[in-house]
């Protein structure tokens, strides 16, 4: 596997990508029309949040992504420290090391014939892009339960992978009924997750978050926050959360790597007062930028 990417001239115009170890002008940069993450969405990203040229907690997201590859028998094209040079050149390039940073890492399986089944041998393709990142004006959410099911049985549940429509049509039905986000319950009614972010809820000294199993995603903010949480003598619980449960909570919050953590204000008609235990999870996690 390449360890570094080659440089390529480019005008003065900075947009660029990375594709395969070629630093790119956008307009320039080819996906091939039988590419089986643009045909069948086989493929796998991750989200990545650089302040001042820092791609916080890389290491974490690559094994994630390599981990995902793994179960995918996606081949990744790049090793971890080749990834972390294409960054830091791409940033460099796009001017971005001193601003906040949106960075996603794209790896599809690449082309193959036509049909379900993958090549024997894919040449699969990895991108890189890096936008500037502006944060949510709010402080808080209000969420919505809305009718879209997570399905707690198929392993994609539990990846970042390129399937991602259950998660757009949850966020367009809770804005529609004028909410910031969604929750999605899965087969069996339990809240599993929001559009975008992994859900918990807080009663008292006890945290609450639903188990994978229940279709969940391992995000890296929720291991974070799982992991200082217990650290800081909080009742950790990672389980199923029902409805039903919702009226006996002091509060919830959201998290993902982007925002990091956001406090949910509401959830249906259910009001949440807004509290000095998801303001000190917050502050810590903010400042959690060492992996």
């Not at 990417?5 to 956008?26: A, I, M």
């Not at 969940?216 to 039903?244: F, K, S, W």
Request: negative net charge; proline residues 6%.
């Amino acid at each position: 596997m390449s360890e570094a990417p080659k440089r390529q001239e480019v005008g003065e115009r900075q947009d660029l990508v990375w594709l395969d170890g070629v630093l790119l002008e956008r307009a320039a940069a080819r996906i091939d029309p039988s590419d089986r993450g643009l045909l069948l969405g086989d493929g796998l990203f991750e989200t990545v949040l650089v302040r001042a040229g820092h791609a916080e907690h890389l290491e974490l997201h690559l094994q994630r992504l390599a981990r995902s590859a793994d179960l995918l028998a996606i081949p990744l094209p790049v090793d971890a420290p080749g990834v972390a040079v294409a960054i830091d050149e791409l940033l460099a390039a796009l001017g971005l090391r001193q601003d906040l940073a949106a960075l996603r890492i794209t790896l599809t399986r690449g082309a193959g014939r036509r049909g379900l089944l993958p090549p024997e041998e894919p040449q699969s393709h990895l991108l890189v892009t890096a936008v500037p990142y502006h944060p949510p004006a709010q402080t808080a959410f209000a969420a919505t339960i809305v009718d879209i099911r997570r399905n707690e049985g198929s392993p994609l549940s539990r990846l970042k992978s390129l399937n991602y429509l259950d998660n757009v049509l949850a966020l367009q039905q809770a804005v529609a009924a004028g909410a910031d986000e969604a929750l999605l319950c899965n087969n069996a009614g339990a809240i599993c997750c929001a559009s975008r972010a992994n859900v918990f809820v807080i009663r008292g000294r006890r945290l609450q978050t639903p188990p994978l199993s229940d279709g969940v995603l391992d995000g890296i903010q929720r291991h974070l926050v799982l992991q200082h949480a217990a650290a800081a003598g909080y009742d950790v619980a990672e389980e199923t959360l029902m409805p039903a449960d919702l009226p006996g909570i002091d509060e919830a919050f959201v998290t993902n790597s982007l925002m990091g953590l956001m406090p949910l204000s509401q959830i249906d008609d259910l009001a949440l007062p807004e509290s000095t235990r998801t303001q000190e999870l917050r502050a810590w996690l903010e400042s959690s930028t060492d992996d």
